[in-house]
Each structure stands twice: as C-alpha cells, then as structure tokens.
T-cell receptor, first 116, second 115 residues
C-alpha cells in the first residue's frame, strides 16, 4: 500500500518569494510521484512527474521537484512566486502492482496563497 | 478540442434519485478513471476501467456503477442518491493500464449536490 502526506494545508508566500510545498510518501515498492495543480473550479493539471529517469524533475510554469529516496520526499519548489500560482496543489503516488490501473493515491492538498 | 469532457458540470438532485454523469475522452487512451473529491478537497479513486478489466475501490458503495459503451466513454451511474454523495466527481484517462508512470488527464469535474 502507498500513501502521501502533504505538510501544511495552507502555505502563504509573498509574490517573488520562494515557493516550497512539501510531500512525503510511503510505499513498499519503488514509487512514481506526481504533482498536480487545481485552479478554482477546474480539473487537475499535471505539473511534473518522477518516473525514475532523473531525481530532479522540471515541470511547467517554472516548478521543479526533487526525489529524495533517503528522505522519502518529493517537495515542489519554484524560485519566484507569481500571483497566478495561487491554487490547490496535490502530490500523488502511483505504485500499485496493477500498473496505472490502480489509480493515483493523492495527498490532502496544499492551498497556495500568494500575497501581493 | 477538450481532451476529457464531462457532463453535466453541475447536478442538483433530491435524495433517493438515480443520476448519471457522462465522461468522454478524445485522446485515444485505453484506461479511464473516476475520482471523488469531497468538501475538504480530498481526492479518492473510485474506479479504473479499460477494455479488459474493471478495478473497483472496495470502499465505494455498490450504488455506484461505471458503464463503458466504448473505449472513449466511461459514465458513472449512481442509484438511490444520499446526502453524503455530494461532492465533485472527476473523470480521468491515461494511455495504458500497464504503466504506473502514465500521466492521467482530468476532466473539469461535475459538482453533485444532493438535497
């Protein structure tokens, strides 16, 4: 079984400041990890994913995440926050023995607030 | 063109009714999913389906049933609706069922309100 824990249900940063959203995972098999973003009243959009090719993953909109097996973490960062980054961010893991058909296991989400 | 579409976007209904939510994907994907997002924004897998296999999350009541007329569609039927069914339901699709690395593409969601 796998699980994801996102530390901080709400994170507030100033525009132009570093964004750091934390995600820790638990998995009995090598995990594949995803970050999705959800803007208000919209569906989820993939930001980036870790598929074991490289531990530092670059995604869309200037976001990146680093897979650290020793820390079981996959934190999401962006050097400089923009007002348009305000949204809900979800970390997810896919590690079932049934391949992707088991679906994604999501964390509880982190609401990112950008202060002007 | 919208990759994954859902209808309706909003659905308001009375307890005890039966309703359906439709989902269509034009990506040529083999696997489709239904997720439920509760009022606290927590997302949970309900079903995944391809042309070979239906995988059901064991916590989903049997009042919920997915129906797939063809590979591009996975509709969600809900019988005897209850207040606790109020949520946002998301459909998603991915290219294959054989890889944990496939990206899932999500629809815009259907907000179901049961009165």
């Amino acid at each position: 079984a796998q699980s994801v824990t996102q530390l901080g249900s709400h994170v507030s940063v100033s525009e132009g400041a570093l964004v750091l959203l934390r995600c820790n995972y638990s998995s009995s098999v090598p995990p594949y990890l995803f970050w999705y973003v959800q803007y208000p009243n919209q569906g989820l959009q993939l930001l980036l994913k870790y598929t074991s090719a490289a531990t530092l993953v670059k995604g869309i909109n200037g976001f990146e995440a680093e897979f650290k097996k020793s820390e079981t973490s996959f934190h999401l960062t962006k050097p400089s926050a923009h007002m348009s980054d305000a949204a809900e961010y979800f970390c997810a893991v896919s590690a079932g023995s049934g391949g992707g058909a088991d679906g994604l296991t999501f964390g509880k989400g982190t609401h990112l607030i950008i202060q002007p | 063109d919208t990759a994954v579409s859902q209808t309706p976007k909003y659905l308001v209904t009375q307890m005890g009714n039966d309703k359906s939510i439709k989902c269509e994907q034009n990506l040529g994907h083999d696997t489709m999913y239904w997720y439920k997002q509760d009022s606290k924004k927590f997302l949970k897998i309900m079903f995944s389906y391809n042309n070979k296999e239906l995988i059901i999350n064991e916590t989903v009541p049997n009042r919920f049933s997915p129906k797939s007329p063809d590979k591009a569609h996975l509709n969600l039927h809900i019988n005897s609706l209850e207040l606790g069914d109020s949520a946002v339901y998301f459909c998603a699709s991915s290219q294959s069922s054989g890889s944990n690395t496939d990206t899932q593409y999500f629809g815009p969601g259907t907000r179901l309100t049961v009165l």
